[in-house]
C-alpha cells in the first residue's frame, strides 16, 4: 500500500512564505504525477498544482506566479513552495498521487 504522507503546514503571515512537503513511500506507477489540491472550510477541494513523471508542471490561476511545485526523486518528496501567501490561500493541502491520498496538512494565514 502506498504511503502519502503531508507535512510542512502551519501559521503564515500575509505576504509570507511556507514549504509544504509530500512524502510517498514509494513510486509504484511510473507514469503517475503528483498533484496539490486544498480544501478551505465550507468550499470544494481544489485543484492547486500539478507536476507530472515527466517533470511538466501547472498551476491555478489562483497561485501562478506564487507557488511553486518541485520534485525530489531521491528523497520521494513533492514540494509546493508558497509564497507571497494570502488570506484565501487558508486550506487544508493534501497531496494525491495515482490514487492515494494523504490526510492533510493545514495551513493557516493570519497576522
Known amino acids: 500500500q502506498v504511503q502519502v504522507v503531508e507535512s510542512g503546514g502551519g501559521l503564515v503571515q500575509p505576504g509570507g512564505s511556507l514549504r509544504l512537503s509530500c512524502t510517498i513511500s514509494?513510486?509504484?506507477?511510473?507514469?503517475?504525477?503528483v498533484t496539490w489540491h486544498r480544501q478551505a472550510p465550507g468550499k470544494e477541494r481544489e485543484f492547486v498544482a500539478v507536476?507530472?513523471?515527466?517533470?511538466?508542471?501547472a498551476y491555478s490561476d489562483s497561485v501562478k506566479g506564487r507557488f511553486a511545485i518541485s520534485k525530489d526523486i531521491a528523497k520521494r518528496t513533492i514540494y509546493l513552495q508558497m509564497d507571497n501567501v494570502k488570506p484565501e490561500d487558508a486550506a487544508v493541502y493534501y497531496c494525491?498521487?495515482?490514487?492515494?491520498w494523504g490526510q492533510g496538512t493545514q495551513v493557516t494565514v493570519s497576522s
Open positions: 494525491q498521487y495515482f490514487n492515494f
Open positions: 514509494e513510486f509504484t506507477y511510473d507514469n503517475s504525477g
Open positions: 507536476i507530472t513523471s515527466g517533470g511538466a508542471k
